[in-house]
Structure formats: C-alpha cells, structure tokens
C-alpha cells in the first residue's frame, strides 16, 4: 500500500507555503506572463493570417495557407523542439538570455513564448476568419461606399463587430494556452511543470507533486474561466442580448477541452 | 470620341455612362447602358427584379467592376484609367477618394450595428474626411434633425424602426456631403406604414443634390423624378418623365411591367 505523504502534499498546495519555493514562485509567474504573451501574439499572427487566407493576391494567400497548414498539421512538442535545439544547432539565433534590470529571460523561455505564439496563430487564424466571415458583407460595402479603405474599414467597421464572435473561442484558447505552456518542460524553461519536476527529481514523489501541479493549473484555468464570464456577460449586454451562460456551465465548458 | 483623360467640358452633367457592359460568368447582366444624368437632377430606375438596377447603381460607385465601356463621375472615370484603349482599375486610394463623393443608400439599411445613429453618420466624416471630432459632431446632430431623429442620436441600430434605421443611413450619407446620391430601393425593405416617412426625406434632398433612385414607388417618381428609367434584362428599355412614362408607355415590356406592378 502506497503511503501518501500529506505533509509534503500540502506544503506544495497550499500557497503560502508552496511559493516560498523560488522555483514555484517563478514557475507560476512564467506560465502566466508566456501565457498572456503568446496568447497576444498568437492573436496578431493570427490576425494577418486569417487577413492572408481572405485576400485577392493569391501568393499572401498560399503563404497563410501554408503557414496554418504546417503549424496545426504537426505537434506543438516537435515544433517547440525544433525551435529551440534545431536553430540554436545551426546559429541562426542561438536564443540567448535577455536581462531586464533583475529579471532574466531566458532563451528557453523565449524560443518556448515564440513556438506556442506561432502555433497559437495558426488556430486563432481560422477563429478570426470566421468571425470576419460572420459579419454581413453589407458592412464592408456600406464602408466603401463612405470612402473607406479596406484597411481602415477593417479597423473600424468589421474587426469591432467580429470581436464579438471571436472573444467566445479567444477564451477557450487561453484557457487551453495556459495548460500548453507545460510542454515547455522540454526545452527546459522554468515553467510551472518544470519547476515541479525539479523538485520531484530531488525528492522523487511523483504523485503527490504531479497532484500539487495540476492544482495549481487548476487554479488558473478556473480563475481564467470566472474573468471570462464576466467578459462575456459585458459584450452580451452591451449588444443588447439577454441570453448568458451560467457561471457554472462557463466554468465546466471553458476548462474541459484539451489543448492541441 | 475626346481625349478620356480630360475632364468632360460640361460640367452640368454629374453621370455620364458611356456602353457600360458587365457580365456575370455568362450573364450580360449590363448591355450597353448608356445614361446621362444632369446636375440637381432626380433620376427614378425601375424594372423587373434581376434586371440589372442594382448592378448599374454598384457600377457606379465601382462597388462592381465593368468589363467595357466608361462611367463618368464628375468628370472624372470611375475606377478605372484608361491606357492604349485599355481600362486600367485604379488604385483603391483612388477609388475611395472618388467613392467618397457618392453616397449610397442600401436596400437593408446597412448601418454600423456597433455604433450609435450618431456615431454611425459621424464615422466617415472623421476617419476619411479627417474632419474635426467637434465639428463632425455638430454636422451630425443636424443631419439628424433633418431626418426627424435628434431623439434618437444615441440609440444603437437595433432599437430603432426600420424606417428610422433608414433615415439614419440616409443622413450617414448626406454626412460626406456627396455631390451623387445613389439610393437602391431604399423603401423595399419596410413595413408599409414606414414607407412614407423616407420618402419624404426622399422628396425633401430632391433637387437640392444629384439622386439615382432604383424604386418601384410610383408616387415617389411622380412627385420627385424629373425622368423615368426602365430597365429590363440589363438594357434600358425606355426613358420619358414620370407623366409620359406611366400614362403612355411607348415599349410592349413597359406597359406588360407597369401592368404588374399596378395590380
Ligand atoms: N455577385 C453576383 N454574382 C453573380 N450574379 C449576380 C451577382 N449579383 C447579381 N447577379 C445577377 O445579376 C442579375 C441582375 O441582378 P441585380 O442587379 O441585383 O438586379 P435588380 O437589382 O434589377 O433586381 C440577376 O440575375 C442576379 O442574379
Ligand atoms: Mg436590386
């Protein structure tokens, strides 16, 4: 019979504890701020792709179609690889480490931001493009027939409109993007996961730290799903809709898929 | 025929459509339309659905593209310039500086959903025309006492009336100060009892500005049209003033159309 050891269980769950590990502390704080920024630049990538993909000059078109193509087609974890050891083993960029004042960046965190932003744009490309193509194309002519640019009616007209469709699956994604940051582990950056298996190798009690791990993730995406609620509650408002999801069914919806 | 690059010396004419032919796939769905409309001057297009109206007023605005021939606007070639005989499309800064100029009223209102019946006229006005936020502002307030709607600057699209969604478009339109209105049965749309309130606006801009109207309302054309165009499998079929053209057409399609719509 496998004895569980509580008092290690509960000195990496509970907060005021756990975090006086530097290891944890900083893990959680790196799978937060990569999570957010991938989650941005994800969005941007995905923006000019999904404008790519819709565009009338074929070649901005085949370059975003195979831009989405390679990056849902093959797996994060490979991708992820192949950023890191692959370029730093040529020297195109060998990923070094980027200080500001006290905090260091380190090139695995880098490479580890870049491949999940990257691979982020390939989905959000098409969860923009459909909420683009949602919008009647009514709107675009009536802001042509004003004098509008493609660009700038973009901008002002269809991108406003299309945000709300595409926040719903924006959600989702970051909920996904913050469990993803795990496969970091591999390239070593000093993520959440990372940092609760350095400490297994030193105490070797898997299950309890893998438990104590997955809370904390747990924590995330729940707190995640409850802002995200709130968000959504606030664009059905303002469109004038009375239709909500329930807090709970939010909840239970936005945390149960896998990530890609 | 004069040099396509000059501007047409006679500045009176605001439309000049020149054998304009577009096709879709296979369907001529513009032949040879050739029209000329007069500065101030109130233009009614009617014709049987898919004859073409709404192909010729996007052509105008080169919201379509023309395979042949030329439109004028202001004297100046719509989308496109002309090289060796050739029609070269224009580059879209172009296109939208002269589309500016043209306002455009849509069957389904077409009004910015994310926007106020403010925001919605004052758009253009800041963002393509640059104009002062203040001032748009201003400009906007009293296109909407024009339109009867003062009351309702800050409802969004969707708490107002069809006939009110129109007239909001409507003075989205005249916002950009257009010297060519192009309206595409703007009333089709409505319940019956809103029918009137646009047209009044209608009645109100005639003659004060250009307007192409595609409208099958007889009473609007009576009142307001200086002349009557029919339409019929993309050619202009007949042309007269409204008195000429419904108490005595001259064509076979005519009469067999305004049979239809009178009944
Ligand atoms: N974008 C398009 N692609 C293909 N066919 C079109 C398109 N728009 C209009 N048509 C066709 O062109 C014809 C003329 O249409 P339209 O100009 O809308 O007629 P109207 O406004 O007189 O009812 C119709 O047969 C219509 O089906
Ligand atoms: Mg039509």
């Known amino acids: 019979m496998y004895h569980f050891d509580w008092a290690l269980f509960w000195t990496y769950v509970w907060p005021v504890t756990a975090l006086q590990n530097p290891l944890i502390r900083n893990g959680l704080l790196a799978t937060v701020v990569v999570s957010i920024i991938a989650q941005v630049l994800g969005v941007v990538f995905g923006l000019f792709a999904a404008l790519g993909k819709m565009s009338k000059f074929p070649g901005f078109r085949w370059l975003a179609e195979g831009y989405i193509?390679?990056?849902?087609?093959?797996?994060?974890?490979?991708?992820?690889?192949?950023?890191?050891?692959?370029?730093?083993?040529?020297?195109?960029?060998?990923?070094?480490?980027?200080?500001?004042?006290?905090?260091?960046?380190?090139?695995?965190?880098?490479?580890?931001?870049?491949?999940?932003?990257?691979?982020?744009?390939?989905?959000?490309?098409?969860?923009?493009?459909?909420g683009i193509e949602?919008?009647?194309?009514?709107?675009?002519?009536?802001?042509?027939?004003?004098?509008?640019?493609?660009?700038?009616?973009?901008?002002?007209?269809?991108?406003?409109?299309?945000?709300?469709?595409?926040?719903?699956?924006?959600?989702?994604?970051?909920?996904?993007?913050?469990?993803?940051?795990?496969?970091?582990?591999?390239?070593?950056?000093?993520?959440?996961?990372?940092?609760?298996?350095?400490?297994?190798?030193?105490?070797f009690k898997p299950f309890e730290l893998f438990i104590a791990a997955s809370l904390y993730y747990l924590l995330l995406t729940t707190i995640w799903s409850l802002i995200q609620a709130r968000i959504e509650a606030g664009l059905g408002e303002r469109k004038g809709d009375t239709e909500k999801q329930g807090m709970f069914a939010r909840l239970l919806s936005g945390t149960s898929k896998g990530g890609h | 025929m004069t040099d396509k690059f000059a501007p047409k010396p006679d500045s009176s004419v605001i439309v000049q459509a020149e054998k304009v032919n577009k096709f879709f796939g296979k369907l001529h769905v513009l032949n040879n339309i050739s029209l000329e409309v007069r500065q101030n001057e109130v233009v009614v297009i009617l014709g049987p659905s898919g004859s073409g109206k709404s192909t010729f007023l996007r052509c105008i605005n080169h919201l379509e593209k023309i395979n042949s021939g030329h439109i004028y606007v202001n004297g100046h070639m719509i989308g496109y310039s002309e090289r060796n005989g050739k029609?070269?499309?224009?580059?879209?800064?172009?296109?939208?500086?002269?589309?500016?100029?043209?306002?455009?009223?849509?069957?389904?209102?077409?009004?910015?959903?994310?926007?106020?019946?403010?925001?919605?006229?004052?758009?253009?006005?800041?963002?393509?025309?640059?104009?002062?936020?203040?001032?748009?502002?201003?400009?906007?307030?009293?296109?909407?006492?024009?339109v009867g709607l003062e009351a309702k600057r800050n409802q969004y699209p969707n708490q107002l009336s069809g006939g009110q969604q129109q007239r909001v478009a409507i003075a989205r339109a005249l916002a950009m100060k257009p010297t060519l209105m192009l309206f595409d049965e703007p009333t089709s749309a409505l319940d019956p009892e809103m029918i009137g309130e646009v047209l009044d606006v209608m009645k109100e801009l005639a003659h004060q500005m250009t307007m192409i109207v595609v409208s099958h309302e007889m009473g609007f054309a009576k009142a307001a049209a200086d002349r009557v165009v029919f339409m019929d499998y993309g050619q202009i079929v007949e042309q007269g003033t409204p008195d000429e053209f419904f108490s005595n057409p001259k064509e076979e399609r005519s009469r067999l159309f305004l049979s239809q719509i009178l009944h």
Do not use: C
């Open chain 1, 69 to 130: 193509w390679y990056f849902r087609g093959t797996p994060l974890l490979v991708q992820m690889a192949l950023l890191f050891f692959g370029l730093g083993v040529t020297h195109i960029y060998d990923f070094p480490d980027i200080k500001f004042g006290i905090v260091t960046i380190t090139g695995a965190i880098q490479a580890g931001t870049l491949a999940l932003a990257i691979n982020e744009g390939a989905y959000m490309a098409e969860i923009i493009r459909a």
């Open chain 1, 134 to 203: 949602s919008i009647d194309p009514g709107q675009m002519e009536a802001a042509k027939s004003l004098g509008m640019g493609y660009a700038l009616a973009m901008r002002r007209i269809i991108l406003p409109q299309a945000a709300k469709v595409i926040i719903p699956p924006l959600g989702n994604e970051f909920n996904n993007m913050m469990k993803t940051t795990s496969l970091m582990e591999i390239i070593s950056a000093g993520e959440l996961f990372f940092a609760f298996n350095q400490i297994n190798a030193r105490v």
């Open chain 2, 87 to 146: 029609l070269i499309e224009d580059n879209e800064a172009n296109i939208s500086r002269q589309r500016a100029e043209i306002g455009m009223v849509f069957q389904r209102f077409n009004l910015f959903p994310h926007l106020t019946a403010l925001e919605n006229i004052m758009e253009a006005p800041v963002h393509v025309r640059k104009i002062a936020t203040a001032q748009a502002r201003e400009d906007a307030e009293r296109l909407l006492a024009r």
